[in-house]
């Protein structure tokens, strides 16, 4: 297990590209870290989720070392008590560049044994084709032209609010998604979709609390979790799901999903900045 400034994280490090196949190069991080450090509790949130992670550039050698590109999805499921840290994920994945397999199933047997064990979890994997059609997104209504004055820049609950007497059954959404990366400081950019059905929230409220996360420090993962817990305790909908879509970084996008429903449908779209 490693810590989030731990000296054998390779985040904010420079690394030499791996010439070799290698699983050690993966770095997971406890899930419950970042949450223990602000004195909140992990496992009091109540939620089903998977971290969609696509990776934009997966290369392998064939046994007669013809090259191999696709893209790969892998789900890391939300109850596993490890993430994988995002640069040791893409140093872990050109590690493959040069090395030869058998066939693509080889490749992926490797690939969900390795990320298995780093997550604790049962983690899949998919390839795709340069030709694979994404799912649609959700059809939604955005909120980002909704006029109001914003003045607070890191995460503030207190700013939820739902409207009296009105319902809402229906999918949200926001591309003023920003937070910054727990250890280099650095922006991390994106959009997020919210399905809630329940007593209404107010849009204006919504949107200066997705803002308020700007200048917040934390892991994507962290981020969706806390947006989900504090809608769910301040605005208490009867359902709700919380899925960002991030931009890529090294050839990865990170996409995590909570929600209240067991059975809800991760859908693995993709967006035009993606």
Known sequence: MGSVHSETNPLGKTSEYPEHYDAGLLFPIDRNESWKASGDDRSEIDFYGVDIWNGYEVSWLTAKGKPVVCVAEFRVPSDSPFLVESKSFKLYLNSFNQARFE???????????????????????DFHGMNYVYPSAPDAHCIDDVDVDISTYTPSPDLLAVVSDSRFDGWICSHLLKSNCPVTGQPDWGSIYIYYKG???????????LVSLRQ???????????????????????????????????????????????????????????
């Open 103 to 125: 066939s693509e199933s080889d490749v992926k047997a490797v690939m969900e044994r390795d990320l298995s064990r780093a997550a604790g979890g049962a983690v899949t994997v």
């Open 216 to 274: 917040h420090q934390d892991f994507h993962e962290q981020c969706v979790e806390r947006t989900f817990r504090d809608i769910q305790q301040r605005c208490a909908p009867e359902s709700l799901t919380v899925h960002a879509r991030y931009v890529r970084r090294g050839g990865l996008d990170i996409n995590p999903f909570r929600t209240t429903e067991e059975t809800f449908e991760a859908l693995n779209f993709r967006l035009q900045r993606q």
């Open 199 to 209: 007593q209404e929230i107010d849009q204006a409220s919504l949107l200066a609390y």
